[in-house]
């Protein structure tokens, strides 16, 4: 397992340095207990790999697809749809991002056949965790141990992920996590070798044969880090109009700061900083697509998502070659139905967070241009 230690210096010297907080501090040490227990299950599970299952590192990974944006953008929709074609794609939930090892995913199935046969009662205690831990965020990102979700644990792991700042919401004491590509080559490589590793150990625990999908509003900080690992990777580009992007990306993100820095306002110097970080995530993603070949991505604005998911699903079918069959079909267009009744009560504007709309228009300028974005 590889852990960055610039950032890990770096993070908790911000809590003597930047506007020091007896409840930050207790809230990071919480947090230190908490990351290490699941460290500790995951690195257990690993050796057990080496022993148990020495064939994941065989288990070749072909045209992983991926779903990248700016946050707030319509990713999760379009996993979630594509994620029920379950004979083609396999993809993360949670509790395996949680514990990335073979081992670990045998020890939970083999515990959820067990909880089933003697009244479910595991089931409904995690049932109350999702509740305890991810009610706040139900509205703008549902979410449970069970459910399909990003990679992102992997990279919280190495601590190279701008996630980082969600607890620790120094954007200027931690600036190289705003663009992991620019790490020094051997850094780079450490990455790449562990993130092919976990995905090597997740397809081959769950059945191998299908095609990796995942989705991951940070993956433009880490954009050629994922062609390392895998040069062959397709991306699905959603894009949704900055103005309401960037804001959205910063309000939700923003929220998870209460628990450990409620004095961090949304119009704060800290808040803003945080917002001008998904201006650049958004702009190195959109340079970074447009290198790609066609048939290596696709753009999908987030407007047509929203309107017909279907016809989204079906772009991204006929652009790689896929085959929709009758049953995954059916099944889409049937929870495609039931999604229509969602209305988020997400509100939140640019300037909130101190931005205007024209300094938005002039970092992103391209961006507008080519996609025909109104002013």
Not at 20 to 40: C, H
Not at 240 to 263: D, K
Not at 343 to 372: A, M, N, P, R
Request: proline share 5%; aromatic share 12%; with cysteine.
């Amino acid at each position: 397992m590889y852990m960055n230690g610039q950032t890990l210096r770096q993070a908790f010297r911000t809590l003597y340095t930047e506007k020091f907080s007896v409840q930050r501090v207790d809230y990071t040490a919480k947090l230190v207990g908490v990351m290490g227990s699941l460290l500790g299950v995951t690195v257990v599970g690993r050796v057990f790999d080496q022993v148990l299952y020495r064939d994941y590192r065989d288990e070749p990974i072909e045209q992983p697809l991926y779903i990248v944006a700016c946050a707030r953008s319509g990713t999760s929709l379009l996993h979630e749809l594509l994620a029920l074609d379950e004979d083609r794609f396999t993809h993360f939930k949670l509790y395996q991002t949680l514990f990335p090892a073979v081992s670990c995913y045998k020890a939970v199935q083999a515990l959820a056949r067990a909880d089933a046969e003697h009244g479910e009662h595991l089931k409904d205690l995690i049932d109350r965790a999702d509740e305890t831990f991810f009610e706040k965020f139900q509205d703008v990102h549902p979410m449970g141990l069970g459910d399909a979700e990003e990679d992102e644990q992997l990279f919280m792991y190495t601590l190279l992920t701008p996630t980082v700042y969600l607890f620790f919401p120094w954007v200027r004491a931690l600036p190289h996590l705003k663009r992991v590509d620019d790490m020094p080559p051997e850094v780079r490589a450490r990455l790449v070798e562990w993130y092919r590793d976990c995905i090597k150990r997740h397809v081959y625990a769950t059945g191998g044969h299908r095609t990796m999908l995942i989705k991951n509003v940070h993956l433009a900080s880490r954009f050629q880090v994922t062609l390392e690992a895998f040069p062959d990777a397709r991306f699905v580009h959603l894009v949704r109009h900055p103005y309401e992007a960037v804001a959205s990306a910063a309000s939700t993100f923003h929220m998870a700061w209460s628990p450990h820095s409620p004095e961090l306002v949304k119009g704060s110097p800290e808040a803003r900083d945080f917002a001008e970080t998904y201006i650049e995530l958004y702009r190195y993603l959109h340079e970074q697509c447009a290198t790609l070949p066609d048939n290596q991505v696709i753009t999908i604005p987030y407007p047509e998502l929203v309107r017909d998911p279907t016809t989204a699903v079906e772009r991204v079918y006929e652009r790689f070659g896929y085959e929709m069959t009758d049953r995954y079909r059916a099944v889409l267009e049937r929870t495609v139905s039931e999604r229509k009744k969602h209305k988020s009560k997400h509100k939140y504007t640019l300037e909130q967070f101190g931005l205007t709309k024209d300094q938005v228009y002039s970092e992103l300028k391209d961006v507008f241009e080519t996609y025909g974005f109104e002013r």
